[in-house]
């Protein structure tokens, strides 16, 4: 879930409501071209091996798509394999304690990628803190918020910090300079403005920022979100939005073959690309950025995938071998 699109909401005894996720109007030109994107990652799945560098092009979508609170029934949990997650014997993520040493010799040694796993486990706690107003260059919005979990409470910020360990882990073994937002390393946050400024100092040659959304039953796949283009107040995306589009459709096709998972079937059109210019992380940034939702928490079969240990490797397999057809073109 979009981590600064709507405000938290902490648990309660309440049943969890679903939200309906609203599409932006396709032009005729986008939607004559869905059918071809899909069919072109397909086949480019089946097709391609693991060395092809250059996923097809895609064409991102016009939808607004929105986030939810997380359900009543959320709770904290350990950044790791939950209750609900069948062990598939997938290697543990390495390097889940401290920053590992990059390999010096890489095909990514000297790039510097900043992971920012979305929300914080701690927010849950911390209500008040992440209800906080911040600029986030055209208005003000929360800080953060606790994110939103599958039906069984599996939570958005455990499975973001799993996969962006996991991440992390395979970038530095390329040779990149790894740098998290957050490692369960602080109480709550950081909030939205600060994230962007960590990218922003770090002076990172690409930025990701992992989540998972929180759609209805029945919207299943993934999606990248991309910067908009935004200049107003503290606000300019005008030198990164070229770049973040092709970092995201990079990352949107390796995640096909990494995953087998299709693109989202209510966001952005059959395209896996939807553009928005409403997040503080992305219109506060300085360096190429963008979202990966890599599927909905409270659909059934999309939580079986997002809750198993080995998919979630494939998932950052997917997101790293984007990363890395992005930074080596």
């Avoid at 010096?104 to 920012?116: E, H, M, N, Q, Y």
């Avoid at 979305?118 to 209800?131: A, K, L, Q, S, V």
């Amino acid at each position: 879930m979009s981590y600064d699109s709507k405000p938290p909401t902490p648990p309660t005894t309440s049943a969890p409501s679903s939200r309906r996720f609203g599409r932006g109007s396709a032009t005729v030109a986008v939607a004559a071209l869905v059918p071809a994107a899909l069919a072109g990652w397909l086949v480019w799945q089946v097709t391609s091996g693991p060395g092809d560098s250059d996923p097809p092009e895609v064409v991102p979508g016009q939808s607004q798509s929105r986030s939810v609170a997380p359900p009543a029934d959320a709770k904290p949990s350990a950044p790791t394999t939950p209750p609900d997650s069948p062990s598939t014997g997938a290697p543990s993520p390495s390097g889940t304690d401290k920053d590992e040493k990059p390999n010096a010799t890489g095909p990514l040694a000297g790039k510097v990628v900043v992971v920012d796993p979305g929300h914080n486990p701690g927010n849950f706690r911390h209500t008040r803190e992440i209800n906080k107003l911040v600029n986030v260059g055209t208005h003000r919005k929360e800080c953060d918020t606790t994110g939103t979990s599958t039906n069984a409470g599996y939570t958005e910020a455990s499975f973001t910090l799993d996969v962006s360990r996991r991440l992390r882990a395979l970038l530095e073994k390329q040779g990149a300079t790894v740098k998290l937002v957050q490692n369960e390393d602080r109480p709550y946050g950081p909030c939205v403005d600060e994230r962007a400024r960590i990218g922003n100092e770090a002076k990172a040659d690409a930025v990701v920022s992992v989540h998972a959304d929180g759609s209805a039953v029945g919207n299943r796949g993934f999606h990248v979100i991309l910067p908009a283009l935004v200049k107003g107040g503290a606000a300019d995306t005008t030198k990164i939005v070229d770049p973040s589009r092709e970092l995201g459709t990079r990352i949107a096709g390796k995640f096909v073959q990494a995953t087998g998972s299709a693109p989202s079937n209510y966001v952005g059109d059959g395209t896996g690309l939807d553009v928005r210019k409403d997040l503080g992380g992305l219109n506060l940034s300085t360096v190429p950025k963008v979202f990966v939702e890599c599927g909905n928490m409270r659909d059934p079969k999309d939580a079986a995938l997002l809750t198993n240990e080995g998919w979630r490797q494939k998932a950052a397999q997917g997101i790293a071998d984007g990363i890395g057809s992005y930074l080596e073109r």
